[in-house]
């Protein structure tokens, strides 16, 4: 008897503390009217519960840090109520914290991580009078829209602070993973570095992990032991920037500001902007006019910055992003058009020749400069 | 001295002697780094085997620890808070899975389960309040690499070993204590009885339930310093999760070490080189998913090896994880 009593008083603490310990689903009702100007909007806007999953926890200070600044943002806005849910794992897990949300009420999804991706797409089509947004993958529904930012703009201009500031004329790149995206990524950075460095050797160490502080941080350090004088990263951790400023090295971070995190050794960021589009799309939403599409916007429509440079930026630097910034505005920079020349020397895209979204949004194959393997 | 030991050490020497050619002494120093969250973790729960607890609770009881020693050491701005605030956090923690396996006889697994997942997320509910903060620079100074006199001066092993910050000291100087703890004192051999056979040692006199509660507790605080080794010293800035399953691999080092402090040293060195090697092997042509594999493989070599060799030494305590009836004897 004792024994049952006790199993099942473990057991209960296994259900209790778990549902106790993650930061519940908090739901942060935002009824004040943020501006003036605006009150008429919040009267429909205040029965529309928008719903955010993200892939790790606010805490990570990056990727789903910034998400949540844009959900936070959506709240001062318009007004609505948000619910919220974190370190959803991308497996069918995400389909049952789907439907709890949409139990509670909620009427717009934001799923914020690609390997969400097939799930949302099958449960929108269970869910038609549910708008589904999901951050960073191909697939679209009647109501299931994809969207993402083109931050390898903000990446090339990173790319050209890193490039003026190095002196070893060789920068570290601490990568996630070798797929398009993180690809596209350095290949960026790496020609924005070589616009004003020609010189310029990219080294990339790939972690095999997106949330891991302390191996990446020993990743940066692997780097700096083999010569980088400067830290860029692709991962939603702030590790790296500790290397760089442990070792009196130079850092990029990613993602968010993180200036306050490596005040000695950090430059600048490409960082994500995420407010304005959720704010739109609920809009849509509120209003009826929501209609599934495939967003992919850069610099132009503010939903990828590059953080204002701090005090560690080499001289000159402000001038050469503010120039590249308005050359990429107006089109005449557009970063992936020819000649491109692949490691080896080959040429990969003529002269005059764009890239196409397509051919961006698959690219397999690093630039003349970047010194690193993608395994296929 | 044992054959066994005299071949240990060949092993350790060749080892370092290929890291230091072929990786450099910069490598090494990073091996000792990011094994040192692992050696904590490790003898924590060799001292819990010991006593006849398997608790797997250790990655909660780490991230318990890494955010108690965050908040300690972040709101105090006093490096030593850090340390204490994470050990009373860890044993903390360690005291609910041994009231409910000691006290209430619970199933052991299931209550260490039970600890992780509480633990991960108090660790993450109470961390909110650190989200985007750093430790004070005084505290991150004091954890600064300091030199051993004349040990620091020994070629190569001196840089490696003796040129590092306090708490990888501390972890030294943990594993020797244990060591002789286990198996040089009196009441280490009864700790031992208590693991191996509890009613023998219980009809000797010994009081088990305390040896059981103490060593638990022992354990959880080890556990906690590993975790805020990861939070305070290696990245002093508020990262949820920072443990990132360290404390699983921690579980399988003790075995790996065939529950001897010594072997653990070995064990989580090995095992932190393992997992930072492939940084430094990637401009080899070698595939990345293997060396990703490496630390894994290498365990199942081991563990492979080390089954083969049946000796009584080599094999876990007789009562681990039997909850002890006075009564059923």
């Known amino acids: 008897m004792k024994k049952l009593i006790s199993l099942l008083l473990a057991l209960t603490l296994v259900v209790a503390l778990a549902g106790c310990g993650k930061t519940p689903e908090t739901e942060v009702p935002n009824n004040e009217t943020p501006n003036n100007e605006t009150p008429e909007v919040n009267e429909a806007a205040k029965d529309m519960i928008v719903g955010f999953i993200y892939v790790g926890p606010i805490g990570d200070g990056g990727y789903t840090y910034a998400h949540d600044q844009g959900r936070l943002y959506l709240e001062e806005q318009l007004g609505v109520k948000t619910i919220y849910k974190e370190s959803v794992p991308e497996t069918q897990d995400v389909e049952q914290e789907i439907r709890n949300m949409i139990d509670q009420g909620a009427t717009a999804i934001f799923a914020t991580s690609f390997g969400y991706m097939d799930y949302v797409a099958k449960i929108s089509k269970e869910y038609p009078e549910v708008a589904f947004f999901h951050c960073s993958g191909y697939l679209t529904t009647d109501n299931m829209a994809n969207y993402f930012g083109r931050i390898y703009q903000a990446r090339y201009l990173s790319g050209i602070v890193a490039g003026l500031k190095t002196e070893t004329n060789e920068i570290g790149y601490v990568a996630a993973f070798p797929i398009p995206e993180v690809v596209r990524g350095i290949n960026a950075f790496t020609l924005g570095a070589q616009s004003v460095n020609p010189d310029v050797v990219v080294k990339v160490t790939w972690t095999s992990t997106w949330y891991d502080p302390a191996k990446e941080k020993e990743a940066a350090i692997a780097l700096l032991d083999g010569g980088v004088d400067i830290i860029a990263q692709h991962q939603d951790t702030t590790g790296p920037q500790q290397a760089a400023e442990e070792r009196g090295a130079f850092s990029i971070g990613y993602n968010t500001d993180m200036s306050t995190m490596a005040p000695k050794a950090y430059m600048t960021a490409p960082i994500w902007n995420w407010g304005p589009y959720y704010v739109a799309q609920t809009q849509a939403v509120i209003d009826g006019t929501f209609t599934s599409h495939a967003y992919w916007e850069g610099m132009a429509e503010d939903i990828v910055r590059l953080a204002p440079l701090t005090a560690n930026a080499p001289e000159g630097a402000a001038e050469a992003v503010d120039a590249a910034t308005a050359k990429i505005l107006d089109g005449s920079e557009y970063i992936f058009e020819g000649p491109l020349y692949d490691q080896a020397g080959e040429v990969k895209v003529a002269e005059g020749v764009k890239m196409t979204d397509e051919e961006m949004l698959s690219i397999n194959w690093f630039v003349k400069g970047v010194e690193g393997k993608i395994e296929q | ?329």
């Open chain 2, 1 to 329: 001295m044992k054959k066994s030991s005299v071949l240990w050490t060949i092993v350790i020497c060749l080892l370092l002697i290929f890291a230091k050619i072929f990786m450099g002494t910069s490598f090494l120093v990073a091996v000792v780094i990011a094994g040192t969250p692992l050696l904590f973790a490790t003898l924590g729960e060799l001292i819990t085997e010991r006593a006849g607890n398997l608790n797997l609770g250790v990655e909660g009881m780490m991230l318990i620890g890494a955010v108690a020693g965050f908040g300690a050491g972040f709101i105090t701005k006093n490096p030593i808070m850090a340390i204490i605030g994470a050990v009373i956090a860890g044993a903390l923690a360690a005291l609910i899975y041994g009231f409910l396996t000691i006290t209430l006889r619970a199933n052991q697994v299931v209550s260490g389960l039970a600890l992780t997942i509480f633990g991960t997320g108090l660790s993450s509910y109470l961390g909110t309040n650190f989200i985007g903060q750093k430790m004070p620079e005084n505290v991150i100074a004091f954890y600064d690499p300091i030199q051993i006199p004349l040990l620091s001066k020994i070629p190569v092993i001196g840089q490696v070993f003796f040129v590092q910050d306090i708490f990888v000291y501390f972890g030294y100087i943990m594993a020797i204590v244990l060591g002789i703890y286990l198996f040089h004192t009196k009441t280490g051999l009864n700790l031992r009885a208590v693991g191996e056979n509890p009613s023998a040692a219980d009809a000797s006199g010994i009081n088990i339930n305390l040896y059981k509660y103490v060593h638990i507790l022992i354990g959880g605080a080890l556990c906690g310093l590993g975790g805020a080794y990861l939070a305070v010293v290696e990245v002093p800035q508020w990262q949820e999760n920072i443990t990132a399953g360290r404390g699983w691999i921690a579980i399988a080092l003790v075995i790996f070490c065939k529950w001897n402090p010594y072997k653990a040293t070995i064990g989580a060195y090995l095992f932190g080189g393992l997992s930072i090697i492939g940084f430094r092997l990637q401009h080899l042509n070698i595939s990345q998913n293997l060396l990703d594999m490496l630390p894994y493989l290498i365990t199942i070599i081991v563990l492979v090896i080390s089954s083969m060799k049946k000796s009584k030494e080599n094999s876990p305590p007789k009562g681990l994880s039997v909850p002890y009836f006075r009564e059923e004897r």
